[in-house]
């Protein structure tokens, strides 16, 4: 049966990390620059993960490798079809004067105003050379401490106008939410949209206190909701998206395979669920790898993947115009003949 190509089904692309979305060859560019080893592969789990990214994202310390990041990221979601992405950075990667303490991280040349500058025109011009548009989610992570979380989180909040869209929590989830509400508190109230990242390594009870403390729009993963049918009640009178990412839950070892994947019963409980990468530098499936491998898991419709990427769209923090083209562009889709 022919099928219509994902790729050019519009998309947003919201659940992906900045220096995890980088090109591979980028990273093993930037770190011989710097002379530094290339990226590592071993991890099993969350916690490992969380170290390997760190070191990655250490390689990105001149102000033209950041540019060249964010610029090749959106050359890469465009090719990918994605009509808005979403990606997060966290400014204890990419200044060298946070007030963050712990980073285990050499100085970099660039502070995060000044990282937020650089990073902006790297956007810019894969906008313009693109037509993608993106809007920033501002991140925090766990590990780091919570010192310094108010303070990214003002930063975020002075800059809602200015290309940040949300403000999201990374890391490692051991580290419970509840410390991090200020700075969610602060985010919510500037109209930013906040998106813990919750129910991936840990269980519902991850989910809960994420919703308790910081009254997410979205939850990033949010699979492991599965295991208690109250919560999936609640995520889908709520309609509180979760943004999914199948091929880093399998390498992660949150999904023990792709047919046990938590997706069908997520979909089945009428959460609305967004696909995405996670950090398409480790696990190599790129967005449409992604919606091709549910698609063909579980045996999904057109519709159903039309309806992906609707909740992209709508759950994102885009403007209401960017919004309606992908919707519009989602319709066309839908009523072009099957190509693939
Ligand atoms: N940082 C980068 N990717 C992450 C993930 N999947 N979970 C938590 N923190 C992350
Ligand atoms: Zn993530």
Redesign the pocket.
Known sequence: MKRRSIVRLPKAHLHL?LE?SARPSTIKELAELEGMPDVEQTFSN?PE??QV?AKAAAVIKRPESLKRICRELVEDEAAQGVWYTEP?G?PQYLGNQHPFRGAQIRLKEFDTDGAWAIMQEGFAEGTRATGTEVGLMMGI?RGFGVDGTVEAARFAARNKDNGIVAFGI????RIPPEPFAPACHIAREAGLLVVP?AG??MGPESVWAAIKSTFPHRI??GVRAVEDPFLLSYLSDHQITCDV?PT?NLL?GVAQDIELHQLPKLMDAGVPITLNT??QLFFGALICDEYRLVRDTFNLTDGQLADFARVSARASGAPEHVKQRILKGIDAWLESEPDE
Do not use: I, K, P, Q
């Open positions: 990390h995890g969350l993960f969380v990214y997060m966290v992570n990374a890391g490692d989830e990242h991936e390594a990033a993963h990412a880093s992660l996670d950090d």
